[in-house]
């Protein structure tokens, strides 16, 4: 059964220092998902992609954040200067078609702790 | 803004127990309703959904109904195995062409044989 994957399962890394997460969605999917849940809070929506550009970001999701499909298989998320308070689980979904109409298959997420 | 509140956890119970997880929201319109399921070590999976009131969506022994009026979403399963021992959780999303998912924050299901 076709799965979403996350490299890698868990990101150390110290403050002000970039990472990239990646991600692989299944294969005949358009559309690609970063979501993120700090601990014990809830899962919050960062950022939407289609057709090579953003369709939609939250308010998380700021000059610090981007989103890049560098190839016909990989879904990254850059943090550029990482903070304190980017520490959290990130998971990356995908679907076929838009939102509810069809369902986002989640990947297992990137454990990311910055010290 | 959407939102959705969970019960909090952890839920612990016996094996063959009742299991009720409260989930309520707050839309401004009539959104669909999830509930994923996550095990240890894999990604968010998609357990149930309703998209309209009163429907009813069960998977594998599980069910919840779409309560308009009580705005909620309750999780039930009848008789709990300890391969149910999971993360829950409960989402909503606007029919209105917004992509994204609103997540309440997770309830956590021990079972125990």
């Known amino acids: 059964e076709p799965e979403v994957t996350q490299t890698p399962s868990h990101q150390v890394t110290q403050m002000g220092q970039e990472v990239i997460l990646r991600c692989v969605p299944i294969?005949?999917?358009?559309?690609f998902y970063w979501y993120r849940q700090i601990l014990g809070q809830k899962v919050e929506f960062l950022v939407s992609f289609y057709n090579n550009e953003i369709s939609e970001k939250s308010e998380i999701f700021d000059d610090q954040f981007s989103v890049e499909r560098p190839d016909g298989s990989n879904f990254t998320l850059k943090i550029r200067s990482t903070k304190l308070e980017d520490s959290a689980m990130y998971f990356c979904a995908s679907s076929e078609a838009p939102g509810a109409i069809d369902e986002q298959f989640f990947g297992p997420g990137t454990r990311l702790t910055v010290l | 803004g959407d939102s959705v509140t969970q019960m909090e956890g952890p839920v612990t119970l016996s094996e063959e127990a009742f299991l009720t997880i409260n989930c309520t929201y707050t839309a401004t319109g009539y959104p669909s309703l999830f509930w994923y399921v996550q095990y240890p070590g894999e990604g968010l999976q998609l357990l149930l959904k309703?998209?309209?009131?009163?429907d009813k969506g069960s998977n594998k022994g599980f069910e919840a109904t779409y309560r308009k009026e009580t705005t909620s979403f309750h999780l039930e399963k009848g008789s709990v195995q300890v391969s149910d021992s999971a993360v829950y959780f409960c989402a909503l999303y606007m029919n209105t062409g917004f992509q994204k998912l609103v997540f309440g924050t997770g309830t956590r299901l021990l079972v125990s044989p």
């Open positions: 294969s005949n999917h358009l559309y």
């Open positions: 309703a998209t309209k009131a009163d």
